[in-house]
Protein backbone atom coordinates (compact mmCIF):
# COMPACT_ATOMS: atom_id res chain seq x y z
CA UNK A 1 0.00 0.00 0.00
CA UNK A 2 1.64 3.89 -0.92
CA UNK A 3 0.87 6.64 1.21
CA UNK A 4 1.34 10.04 0.13
CA UNK A 5 2.34 12.79 2.45
CA UNK A 6 1.44 16.51 1.21
CA UNK A 7 2.96 19.59 2.57
CA UNK A 8 3.26 23.02 2.09
CA UNK A 9 -0.32 24.49 1.83
CA UNK A 10 -1.22 27.42 3.72
CA UNK A 11 -3.17 30.82 3.47
CA UNK A 12 -1.75 33.38 1.02
CA UNK A 13 -3.18 36.86 -0.83
CA UNK A 14 -3.93 37.19 -4.17
CA UNK A 15 -0.45 37.45 -6.43
CA UNK A 16 1.56 35.90 -4.05
CA UNK A 17 2.79 31.99 -4.60
CA UNK A 18 3.14 28.53 -2.51
CA UNK A 19 5.03 25.69 -2.60
CA UNK A 20 3.82 22.20 -2.26
CA UNK A 21 5.34 19.12 -1.79
CA UNK A 22 4.66 15.03 -1.83
CA UNK A 23 6.53 12.32 -0.21
CA UNK A 24 5.45 8.69 -0.99
CA UNK A 25 6.56 5.84 0.46
CA UNK A 26 5.33 2.12 0.80
CA UNK A 27 4.61 0.48 -2.35
CA UNK A 28 6.96 1.56 -5.47
CA UNK A 29 5.65 3.93 -7.30
CA UNK A 30 8.10 4.10 -10.17
CA UNK A 31 5.78 2.74 -12.60
CA UNK A 32 2.93 5.11 -11.18
CA UNK A 33 1.70 8.29 -13.19
CA UNK A 34 1.79 11.31 -10.63
CA UNK A 35 0.74 14.39 -9.93
CA UNK A 36 -1.70 16.62 -8.38
CA UNK A 37 -5.89 17.01 -8.14
CA UNK A 38 -7.09 19.72 -6.44
CA UNK A 39 -11.47 19.83 -4.94
CA UNK A 40 -12.16 23.63 -4.66
CA UNK A 41 -15.59 24.12 -2.22
CA UNK A 42 -18.70 23.50 -3.96
CA UNK A 43 -16.91 21.92 -7.46
CA UNK A 44 -15.85 18.70 -8.82
CA UNK A 45 -12.37 17.61 -8.41
CA UNK A 46 -9.39 19.02 -11.02
CA UNK A 47 -6.61 17.67 -12.67
CA UNK A 48 -4.01 20.18 -11.87
CA UNK A 49 -0.27 18.28 -13.33
CA UNK A 50 1.03 15.45 -13.41
CA UNK A 51 3.22 13.05 -15.17
CA UNK A 52 3.63 9.40 -16.43
CA UNK A 53 6.05 7.31 -14.86
CA UNK A 54 8.58 7.36 -17.43
CA UNK A 55 8.58 10.79 -17.92
CA UNK A 56 7.54 11.13 -21.40
CA UNK A 57 5.08 13.25 -23.35
CA UNK A 58 6.44 15.87 -20.27
CA UNK A 59 4.21 17.36 -18.00
CA UNK A 60 0.56 17.61 -18.49
CA UNK A 61 -1.20 20.69 -16.67
CA UNK A 62 -5.14 21.42 -16.10
CA UNK A 63 -5.49 24.78 -18.56
CA UNK A 64 -6.02 26.95 -15.70
CA UNK A 65 -2.27 26.23 -14.36
CA UNK A 66 -0.37 26.55 -17.60
CA UNK A 67 2.04 29.38 -17.01
CA UNK A 68 1.68 29.67 -13.33
CA UNK A 69 1.99 26.29 -11.80
CA UNK A 70 5.18 24.34 -12.29
CA UNK A 71 5.25 20.33 -11.73
CA UNK A 72 8.86 18.79 -10.73
CA UNK A 73 9.78 15.60 -8.76
CA UNK A 74 13.05 14.52 -7.32
CA UNK A 75 13.10 10.35 -8.08
CA UNK A 76 15.83 9.84 -5.80
CA UNK A 77 13.96 11.21 -2.95
CA UNK A 78 9.92 9.76 -3.71
CA UNK A 79 9.08 13.67 -3.54
CA UNK A 80 6.66 15.82 -5.83
CA UNK A 81 6.74 19.47 -5.65
CA UNK A 82 3.66 21.75 -7.29
CA UNK A 83 4.89 25.24 -7.42
CA UNK A 84 2.33 27.94 -7.82
CA UNK A 85 2.98 31.55 -8.39
CA UNK A 86 0.34 34.77 -9.30
CA UNK A 87 -2.70 32.78 -7.52
CA UNK A 88 -5.90 33.98 -7.24
CA UNK A 89 -8.78 33.22 -4.99
CA UNK A 90 -10.28 30.61 -7.48
CA UNK A 91 -7.45 28.63 -6.46
CA UNK A 92 -8.46 28.09 -3.25
CA UNK A 93 -8.86 24.44 -2.61
CA UNK A 94 -7.50 21.34 -1.33
CA UNK A 95 -4.70 20.03 -3.44
CA UNK A 96 -4.37 16.43 -3.21
CA UNK A 97 -1.12 14.21 -4.61
CA UNK A 98 -2.06 11.22 -6.36
CA UNK A 99 -0.66 7.93 -8.32
CA UNK A 100 -2.08 5.70 -10.47
CA UNK A 101 -1.03 3.68 -13.30
CA UNK A 102 -0.99 5.84 -16.45
CA UNK A 103 -1.13 9.44 -17.36
CA UNK A 104 -4.50 8.61 -19.26
CA UNK A 105 -6.03 7.38 -15.86
CA UNK A 106 -4.85 10.18 -13.89
CA UNK A 107 -6.14 12.97 -16.03
CA UNK A 108 -9.60 11.65 -15.80
CA UNK A 109 -9.55 11.13 -12.21
CA UNK A 110 -9.21 7.28 -12.36
CA UNK A 111 -6.73 7.43 -9.39
CA UNK A 112 -5.13 4.53 -7.00
CA UNK A 113 -3.80 6.61 -4.64
CA UNK A 114 -4.54 9.69 -2.65
CA UNK A 115 -2.64 11.70 -0.06
CA UNK A 116 -4.56 13.40 2.17
CA UNK A 117 -4.78 16.51 0.91
CA UNK A 118 -3.21 20.04 2.08
CA UNK A 119 -5.39 23.13 1.72
CA UNK A 120 -4.64 26.40 0.00
CA UNK A 121 -6.40 29.27 0.29
CA UNK A 122 -5.89 32.93 -1.32
CA UNK A 123 -7.55 35.68 -0.20
CA UNK A 124 -8.29 38.89 -2.30
Known amino acids: QAQLVESGGGSVQAGGSLRLSCVAS????????MGWFRRAPGKEREFVAG?????????YYGDFAKGRFTFSRDTSKNTLFLQMNDLNVDDTAVYFC????????????????WGQGTQVTVSS
Open 26 to 33: GEDLSRHA
Open 98 to 113: VATGTIADLRRGSIDY
Open 51 to 59: VAWHGGGGI
